[in-house]
């Protein structure tokens, strides 16, 4: 089985890929190490003090460039990954390649040095299954590990092939006959496949903060710290300390209490029982497993593995992977020919993570009185490791405010730079000393970054957790509170968080002789002979679990309605094959119990893919009959025309456009057959020629708070799209119900017709009268230009179809879709990845494990559950119902507002204080110690910290969202203006005061003597400047609330001012001193400086409220195109 290597042939010596033609494929380029280049490179430490090695840390691949030389993949030791997504993010990263080897015996030794247990072991093979369908018997393995899959490589084909589980490729028979493992085979087998373990790995404190400090930003502040303490300015820098002690152990707590409950969340290691090729039981710990093994079942266990089914049957709990706590039973494989699907064949996999909540004994002995499954994949591999794996490894994210944040950081950057080159000339050409050159030009680079930015950001998000922590809303990622106040797109689960998790009983609408009969609404009243009354009693997958009935709150609520008992037997007689075995009994109430009383024979569990369920039961008389349960429109198709009533759609639509649930009923007697030849027969053989019996109505109600929320996000003008995994009709039905459908009066449904293909038609038009339009069409109605007046719903199927054979018209599929129904968690995913690659921002809501994959991949992840869910998402709602997204929303706003304008604050702060530093070094003068001190923490520190306590406004939210990038029309004008006026506002004191009789200039004598009208002048009309700034870039209305409502602030800037007016206008005698002023003779001349800075704040004030926030923002819209999608205007844009 090792396929034909020939006909592959290399991609290139040097590069690879791996997964190639798939959504995560990657370009992989060889490496080997250089000893002369390594040696070079450990000399650059050594003259670089330890630098260069802090370089390769921030960027791994220059490490690697600098020590080793490309190669062929086949003679690498290292391997550098290039993973581009969506031809937008690049990451690289490095990989070293390993090498395993059976030329060593890994077994247990024995006091003598011997190995035991493992004999023979050089006669030994690993066996590799491989994602091409290729089983390899390899003795030598070279493989990488890239986001925990591992990759083999393939001499032959000259490239790494991804190492997969047993289900690759092979039937169902040749699996069922496998033996099970050996202890030496399981041995070998964990060489390749490694531990049966997700790992999700605790980092310890020391090393959290390691990484927090090596960050480039706290890189910078240390080194800002070591010239202001060299220079003797201890104050602040003390104080940077404790504002950047607090910022590092905010972000440790946060990284390690998210790490800690992911690995608690996921963690799970028991004892197992395996059964081994020669028949005997061995007792095991989980993480000994490998695909192959094959392991008993017990109850109450959890699963540890993806394993197949091989005998018996069992309930279990699937919430970890669909999101619903509902019991799901698991029946044995059938042998059959046909290849293993694990979506077909779900049924009978026990998927990792599930819990075995029962288990149905088995009479007999031996093997035949045990459940046992055979191993499948383990670790990452299985359907848990997968969702691990997008919780570990989601989508990149890009905020462009961050991305924006850090370009300012440059420009800052190169401003100071020129400065401190200007110094240096300025100082060398008048013959300073050495440490006076250095120190001093060196200051302006500190003074031009300003080291408090991120303390001073991390501050204003922790205030808004501790807004949204009052709201009952957690957060575990406090990144993610600026991003969600760019939202313009939610998506919404639907069941458990749209609509209540239950459904109720309306009634149903029996048929008799090809005719309608009245509804009924007691299903009891219905006769107990009734078809319909016994199908609803007898077909469904329920179950006894601790003496109650359990499993889909559905068939639970259409079972109740019956009035009818159902009782299970505690063994099943497995010895007997030409008998039917008995799974269950239903029996109604009263005395006609015996007479009436139905045998559940077997079931063909319920199918997403063939949207039905059917069971085979044993009438009391013995007459055998099928009933089978599911979509109106399926069982309308397997049923024979003429029980079908004429007008069947119309009555149909009529229950399904006021929000029931329809579910139809049809039955078939089946002919007298040995047990044997039902379960062995494919279902579509008794699924056919049925008799239609009648309509099953159920209403799913909605949570109360479901519609005016989604009305108030509507007003916002943002995008409302349902993505579930519910059948289309059910979610049509409640997004009309809660307004996400309907709003445009034109609305398309696109599904797979009966042929397989694709087909569309107008939900808006009587159904008699409707077109089915299929094939082409599709395509010609999604590139017409009209499609922007529609609401598209499609299913999984379509969306996949078209993904595959029309993906350039996926993001007009994806622009226009309100309902995406019958979506697997992959598929939520896309559509999420679609949306943002659109340029929308996207928020999704959901409270199912099955949404983990959508709510990572989000910009915004609001999670309405504790469990799985909430690990993925940085949001976690106590309060289970969707208002939390208008918190969230809300909070966000006020965040991303309140960031914006803490980030203009201190990047013009920098600049201010840069000109002011500059204009004095340009005469030889500086500002004091206690004046760069009063500027940097009464000032600065002070309104940074007190900035973020703006509450969210209360009011409706607005359409138009906040600014989100720093680099748009407004925010450059904005800050360009304020620097001008900055500029402007400290020059104008300099020309008066040369210009009054008693001014005496400046002249340098030391370093140590500042004391100048100048410095005075300088220095007084900055500190209202700092004001000012705080005051102008404090926006409220329509974000936050205004500023005098943040008592802190305001009252923090009214001491300030007047503190300030004091400093400037009569200082006591002692401030004078400490500030070092030369103070002015004349005491008009402070006076014109504080009516200079009431000038300043007049025309700061008038220029960011009338022509930035009024004219450019409201009435020119200059705001990023981006932000335009909250318009829905139609188009690609780039993600925000």
Request: glycine share 6%.
């Amino acid at each position: 089985m090792n396929g034909d290597a020939s006909s592959h042939k290399p991609y290139n010596d040097v590069k690879g890929h791996i997964n190639k033609g798939e959504e995560e494929e990657m370009e992989i380029i060889g490496f080997k190490e250089s000893l002369p280049h390594k040696a070079l490179t450990w000399i650059g430490h050594l003259v670089t003090l330890g630098l260069l090695r802090l370089i390769f840390h921030w960027w791994p691949q220059l490490g690697l460039y600098c020590t080793h030389t490309r190669c062929p993949l086949e003679k690498a030791t290292k391997i550098l990954v290039v993973d581009i997504y969506e031809k937008r993010f690049k990451s690289l990263f490095v990989k070293d390649i390993k090498k395993i080897s059976l030329s060593e015996n890994p077994g247990n030794s024995s006091p003598n040095g011997k190995h035991v247990g493992l004999e023979n072991w050089n006669e030994k093979m690993m066996k590799v299954h491989l994602a091409d369908g290729t089983i390899r018997d390899m003795r030598e393995v070279r493989l990488i590990n890239v986001k925990k899959l591992t990759y083999i490589w393939i001499q032959e084909n000259h490239q790494f092939v991804r190492l997969v589980g047993l289900d690759n490729g092979r039937s169902k028979e040749d699996l069922c006959e496998l033996p099970g493992c050996t202890r030496e085979e399981q041995r070998i087998r964990q060489r390749i496949y490694g531990r049966n373990y997700i790992e999700a790995p605790i980092q310890s404190i020391l090393t959290l903060v390691v990484l927090e400090v090596l960050n480039p930003f706290y890189v910078f502040q240390i080194f800002s710290l070591a010239v202001w303490f060299s220079d003797k300015y201890y104050y602040y820098g003390v104080a940077i300390i404790i504002m950047s002690v607090f910022g590092i152990s905010s972000s440790v707590v946060q990284t390690r209490r998210n790490q800690k409950n992911l690995h608690d969340t996921i963690n799970q290691v028991d004892l197992v029982t395996v059964r081994r090729a020669g028949g005997h039981y061995d007792e095991v710990e989980t993480t000994e497993l490998v695909p192959g093994d094959i392991i008993v079942v017990s109850q109450s266990s959890i699963a540890c593995c993806d394993a197949l089914l091989l005998n018996g049957s069992c309930v279990v709990n699937e919430s970890m992977l669909t999101g619903e706590s509902v019991p799901v039973t698991k029946t044995s494989v059938k042998r059959l020919k046909r290849k293993l699907n694990v979506k077909d064949d779900g049924p009978n996999i026990l998927y990792c993570g599930t819990q075995v909540i029962q288990t149905k004994k088995l009479q007999g002995s031996g093997d035949e009185a045990k459940i046992l499954a055979l191993v499948l994949r383990t670790g990452f591999l299985t359907t848990k490791g997968s969702l691990v794996r997008s919780i570990l490894y989601p989508p990149p994210a890009d905020f462009k405010f961050d991305r924006d944040s850090h370009k300012f950081i440059w420009v800052l950057a190169l401003m100071g730079l020129s400065g401190t080159l200007y110094s240096m000339y300025y100082r060398i050409a008048h013959h300073r000393d050495l440490h006076d050159i250095f120190i001093r030009s060196l200051d302006l680079i500190t003074i031009a970054i300003p080291v408090a930015l991120p303390a001073s950001m991390t501050v204003g998000k922790i205030f808004a957790l501790g807004r949204l922590k009052k709201q009952k809303i957690s957060c575990i990622n406090s990144r993610v509170i600026n991003v969600s106040g760019s939202t313009n797109c939610i998506c919404f689960d639907k069941t458990g968080t749209l609509t209540e998790d239950g459904m109720d009983m309306w009634g149903v609408l029996p048929t008799a002789g090809g005719s309608f009969e009245a509804p009924v609404h007691n299903a009891k009243s219905l006769p107990v002979n009734s078809h319909l009354l016994q199908g609803m009693a007898a077909c469904h997958s329920l179950t006894i679990i601790d003496t109650e009935i359990t499993g889909d709150p559905l068939e639970l609520k259409m079972f109740e309605a019956t009035g009818w008992h159902l009782e299970e037997p505690d063994v099943i007689d497995s010895t007997n094959t030409s008998e039917p075995v008995v799974s269950a009994t239903v029996k109604p109430p009263g005395s006609r119990s015996h007479d009436e009383q139905i045998e559940i024979l077997h079931q063909f569990q319920f199918s997403s893919h063939l949207q039905r369920m059917s069971v085979v039961v044993r009438r009391t008389n013995g007459e055998m009959l099928m009933f089978c349960k599911g979509s109106p429109e399926t069982i309308i198709s397997l049923s024979q025309p003429m029980t079908v009533p004429e007008g069947m759609m119309k009555r149909l639509k009529e229950y399904t456009a006021q929000g029931y649930r329809v579910i139809a009923m049809a039955w078939k007697p089946v002919p007298a057959t040995s047990y044997h030849h039902i379960v062995k027969s494919p279902r579509e053989e008794f699924e056919r020629d049925l008799r239609f019996e009648g309509l099953i109505m159920m209403e799913n109600k909605l949570k109360v708070q479901t519609k005016p929320t989604i009305m108030e996000l509507q007003d916002a003008r943002m995008k409302i799209v349902m993505i579930t995994g519910d059948n289309m009709a059910t979610a049509i039905c409640v997004a009309k119900e809660c307004g996400i459908l309907g709003r445009t009066g034109k609305a398309v449904e696109i599904d797979l017709n009966e042929k397989g293909q694709l087909a569309w038609h107008d939900m808006a038009i009587n159904s008699k009268a409707a077109q089915i339009h299929s094939g082409e069409d599709v395509k010609t109605f999604l590139e017409n230009s009209r499609i922007r007046g529609y609401e598209i719903a499609t299913t999984g199927k379509a969306w996949e179809r078209i993904r595959q054979t029309i993906p350039a018209l996926v993001p007009k599929l994806a622009e226009n879709g309100a309902i995406f129904a019958r979506m697997a968690p992959d598929q939520k995913q896309q559509v999420i990845v679609e949306l943002q690659n659109l340029g929308f921002v996207v928020a999704m809501c959901g409270d199912g494990a099955n949404d983990c994959g959508a709510l990572k991949a989000a910009n915004v992840g609001i999670s309405l559950s504790e469990a799985e869910a909430s690990v993925a998402s940085p949001f976690t709602s106590q309060v289970r119902d969707i208002s939390c997204v208008l918190r969230v929303v809300r909070e966000g706003r006020a965040a991303l507002v309140t960031a914006f304008g803490i980030c203009k604050f201190m990047i013009l702060y920098s600049y201010a204080e840069f000109f002011s530093t500059m204009f004095l070094y340009n005469m030889g003068s500086n500002l004091a110690d206690f004046q760069f001190l009063f500027i940097d923490v009464f000032l600065i520190i002070n309104f940074a910290f007190l900035f973020g306590r703006d509450k969210a406004y209360k009011g409706p939210i607005v359409p138009q969202a906040p600014q989100c990038t720093l680099f748009s029309v407004s925010p450059i004008i904005s800050m360009i203006f304020q620097a001008i006026v900055i500029s402007v506002f400290q020059c104008l004191p300099i020309f008066i005061l040369r210009r009054l009789p008693w001014f005496v200039p400046f002249h340098f004598t030391t370093d140590d003597d500042y004391t100048s009208y100048e410095n005075y002048s300088i220095y007084a009309i900055s500190q209202f400047q700092y004001i000012t700034l705080a005051v102008v870039f404090s926006q409220g209305h329509p974000y936050r609330e205004r500023l005098y409502k943040n008592i802190p602030l305001f009252t923090s800037i009214i001491i300030m001012t007047l503190c300030c007016i004091y400093l400037t206008v009569y200082p006591a005698q002692w401030l004078i001193t400490l500030f070092e002023f030369k103070f002015p003779p004349n005491t008009q001349y402070p006076w014109t400086i504080v009516g200079l800075a009431a000038a300043g704040f007049a025309v700061s004030l008038f220029f960011e409220e009338f022509v930035i926030h009024y004219l450019l923002e409201q009435k020119l819209k200059f705001v990023p195109r981006s932000l335009l999608r909250n318009k829905l205007i139609s188009g690609p844009y780039k993600s925000v």
